[in-house]
């Protein structure tokens, strides 16, 4: 309780009636039609789903009772005349303090009232005493449903009971309003008490009176005998009326759709529910709607997959260029399949920077297997129903997007795509991650049970293809049920060839033009790849192509003739001065500034370790936006130089009478991680021996007190990182070495490796002159007196 109203803003919008009264934690259905309460549920839905529930005073102009209720909108439905229905829950007791807005509609900042927390004997006391008169009030009439009754008594807060006794019985607004404003829980159940005695007078007079006077039949009630009589008739006769019509036709559908057994039972069970009610009733058209999801949901209905090898080869070729692990993994399901006859669908999970292909494989793949497609974005749902679905005691409740899309799909073994895993939220309303377990276990989605339907529903069949940036958000539970394929960043000359066979003719297309227009000569596509677009993947690069497109579209619509070649000095006259620069190509040897190699979810980076001494007390400051591992290893790179000063030849007085400020830039973007171990030690060693240090190498690696070097992730991307920037030298953990087996020819190509154990020997790689260091000058006696010459 006290979690979820903390999370309940200052300022509310507010929704204000002259004959509801809200609780905090009761559910309540509600339908509004006014135009200033549709403005307030529009609010409330674009934010946090929160508002303000106040009851109006009897005369309008007096404005609202000063207590109200926080409520969150659970379920919302707009009905086609316009109406809104609701279904609201209660968080808690609010205080109106002032009016923030009047017009469009009521925003009030309000104040949280708090729950009593000491219960003491009495409040037992008057806590059994209303208990025991709302046995009373079910003994003398059906207002009161006895299994709330025994459910009230395990419940432990006093207080919550109180509201829902309130919430749950026919007494006179006021009375409602009152116990609402009610804080203290004995006076709360002391005027409780009283409301439920007087209602419980005036049920036993009304018994009295309808003992005693025989009630006539009204009106209604005589035509609902006649017409039961007459449905009775036709049927005997043979008739059959509208109702009955469509009872047929539903029959008829249910037996003429491919059902599974235990489907077409529960369809017919419905049928005979909808042939006793009149269509006047809501839960007619909820039956209705149950119906038709049943026989539209593709139960048995398979398309026939395409199982020639060469064929699919071909089609994820043409489409795509390079992304070879995956390709492999799908012809091999593909030549299982074709040789074992059947085969559970795989469950993959593309991992990589944005803009490498991830998501767009996935619609090749279906195309290559003659599959129907489906995508659907994960990013930012917090809603454990938008996968399982609402229950259909909810008001508008509707299937999970699982079954929603499927039935879309009109197949039961689609290409189901599940974008952005890695950014799947949680709150109060569940977990949507935990959903999924079910849905990706293969184990056990042959019976994935929707909330609605509650039938299992049978996903085996389906190829689910998750995509992420990172595996770090993914929960480790989710992330098992998977196969991880990981994709790379492009290198330059894969980025040169996706530009050529798929980004050019795609954007000449998409701008009116063709070759004999514009052709984009090699040299302007390094121009754009270098000092363009910093990036893994060609996002950027097709931007660019297109943005070039663009202004020669405009030449060629204004009626010129053009034949145009661009080349690399062509390129700035369209897309203005370079955005980028070779870092390296700028940089020299410096004393205190080491190169470091970073990974993260959108690829590698090189980041520069900058270090610098004055005079003080040796304090150490650390800038850059670091998180708490990172500045760990520069206490561990500092302690290591103190322990092994004499060693390195660093000055005594280095640690007592100097600060030292380490700083990484790019200040406003965090970093993170061990890894950048020996690029710390390197700056450091290089600032205290005043020894430059070497700037076309970049390393990578953790670092202990000992000095050892430990293996690091993300080694791939970091090495595509250090060839966009011109780097070709590298220092990698010795650990590492063994998983560089499987990196492509390609990323080797052209670079040098060293592999270390130690930080001495990055030291002694990296230093302008290696480790030879120099002898300390010993300290003065203090005993002995300085003789003259």
């Known amino acids: ?88 829950q209660g968080t808690s007791r609010i205080r109106m303090q002032k009016i923030a807005q009047i017009e469009p509609f009521i925003m009030a900042d309000v104040e949280i009232v708090g729950e009593p927390s000491t219960e003491d004997t009495e409040v037992h006391a008057y806590r059994n005493i209303a208990i025991e008169l709302l046995d009373k009030i079910a003994s003398e009439g059906n207002m009161v449903n006895r299994e709330m009754i025994a459910g009230l008594s395990n419940i432990k807060q006093a207080g919550r009971v109180a509201d829902i006794i309130a919430g749950n019985l026919e007494i006179p607004i006021k009375d409602r309003q009152k116990v609402l404003e009610l804080v203290d829980l004995k006076a709360r159940y002391a005027y409780l008490n009283e409301c439920l005695a007087e209602l419980i007078k005036q049920m036993r007079v009304e018994n009295h009176i309808r003992s005693n006077i025989q009630l006539e039949m009204s009106e209604d009630q005589k035509r609902y005998y006649l017409r039961e009589q007459m449905d009775a008739i036709r049927r005997e006769l043979g008739e059959s009326d509208e109702v009955s019509k469509e009872i047929l036709k539903w029959r008829d559908l249910i037996e003429k759709t491919d059902l599974p057994d235990y489907v077409r039972e529960v369809a017919f069970d419905e049928l005979e529910r909808l042939g006793t009610m009149q269509p006047a009733s809501s839960e007619y058209g909820v039956i209705r709607n149950y119906l038709d999801w049943i026989v539209k949901v593709p139960w048995k209905v398979y398309s026939t997959d395409r199982l020639d090898l060469r064929k699919i080869n071909s089609v994820l070729t043409k489409d795509h260029y390079g992304l070879e692990k995956p390709k492999e993994r799908i012809l091999e399901y593909i030549a299982v399949k074709k040789l074992r006859g059947q085969l559970k669908g795989p469950i993959l999970c593309f991992v990589g920077p944005p803009g490498t292909g991830k998501t767009s494989i996935g619609k090749s793949v279906a195309r290559a297997l003659d599959r129907k497609f489906i995508r659907m974005s994960l990013g930012g749902i917090h809603d454990e129903a938008e996968i399982r679905g609402h229950r259909r005691t909810y008001i508008g409740a509707m299937p999970g997007k699982i079954i929603t899309e499927i039935k879309k799909a009109g197949t039961a073994n689609p290409v189901f795509m599940l974008d952005e895993i890695d950014k799947l939220g949680r709150d109060f309303r569940g977990d949507p991650a935990s959903a999924l377990l079910e849905v990706l276990d293969p184990e056990q989605n042959n019976s994935f049970v929707d909330n609605y339907l509650n039938l299992p529903f049978d996903l085996s069949e389906v190829m689910f293809i998750t995509t992420a940036n990172s595996l770090d958000t993914i929960p480790p539970p989710l992330r098992d049920r998977m196969e991880i394929i990981e994709f790379t960043s492009y290198l330059e000359h894969d980025k040169i060839q996706i530009a050529r066979n798929y980004l050019i003719p795609k954007e000449l297309d998409n701008n009116g033009l063709n070759t004999s227009i514009v052709r984009v000569h090699k040299s302007a596509l390094q121009e754009l790849i270098r000092y363009y ?87 150490i400051v650390l800038t850059g936006l670091l998180g708490e591992v990172m500045r760990e290893s520069a206490r561990i790179a500092l302690s290591y130089l103190k322990a092994n000063q004499e060693k390195l030849g660093i000055p005594e007085d280095a640690f007592d009478k100097k600060d030292i400020h380490i700083h990484f830039p790019a200040g406003g973007v965090p970093k993170e991680g061990p890894s950048a171990g020996i690029t710390l030690t390197t700056a450091l060693a290089s600032l205290l021996t005043n020894k430059a240090v070497k700037h076309d190498i970049a390393m990578t690696g953790e670092v202990t007190l000992q000095g050892k070097v430990l293996p690091v992730g993300g080694i791939k991307e970091k090495m595509l990182a250090a060839k966009r920037a011109g780097i070709k030298k590298l220092i990698l953990p010795l650990e590492n070495k063994p998983g560089m087996a499987d990196f492509e020819d390609d990323i080797m190509q052209g670079m040098e490796i060293n592999y270390v154990s130690h930080v001495s020997e990055v030291l002694e790689l990296v230093l302008d002159g290696g480790l030879k260091p120099t002898k300390a000058k010993p300290a003065p006696r203090k005993n002995k007196p300085k003789t003259k010459a």
Not at 2 to 15: A, F, H, K, M
Not at 54 to 75: C, M, N, S, W
Not at 588 to 615: D, R
């Open 1 to 88: 309780m006290e979690d979820r109203s903390s999370r309940i803003p200052r300022t509310l919008p507010v929704l204000h009636m002259g004959n509801v009264v809200m609780f905090p934690f009761l559910l309540m259905p509600l339908v509004v039609a006014d135009e200033e309460s549709k403005l307030v549920i529009d609010h409330a839905l674009s934010n946090d789903k929160t508002l303000a529930f106040f009851l109006d005073k009897e005369a309008p102009e007096q404005g609202q009772h000063d207590y109200g209720t926080a409520v969150t909108i659970l379920r919302m439905l707009r009905n086609q005349d316009g109406s809104i229905s609701l279904l609201l």
């Open 533 to 619: 677009g910093r990036e893994a993947g060609v996002r950027t690069l097709q931007r660019n192509i297109g943005s070039i497109f663009r202004k020669i579209a405009k030449r060629v619509a204004s009626g010129e003739e053009l034949r145009l070649m661009i080349k690399a000095s062509d390129v700035a006259d369209y897309l203005g001065p370079r955005k980028y620069s070779l870092e390296i190509a700028n940089r020299k040897p410096e004393v205190g500034v080491a190169t470091g190699l970073a990974w993260t979810s959108y690829g590698g980076e090189i980041l520069f370790c900058e270090t610098t001494q004055m005079n003080g007390k040796g304090a």
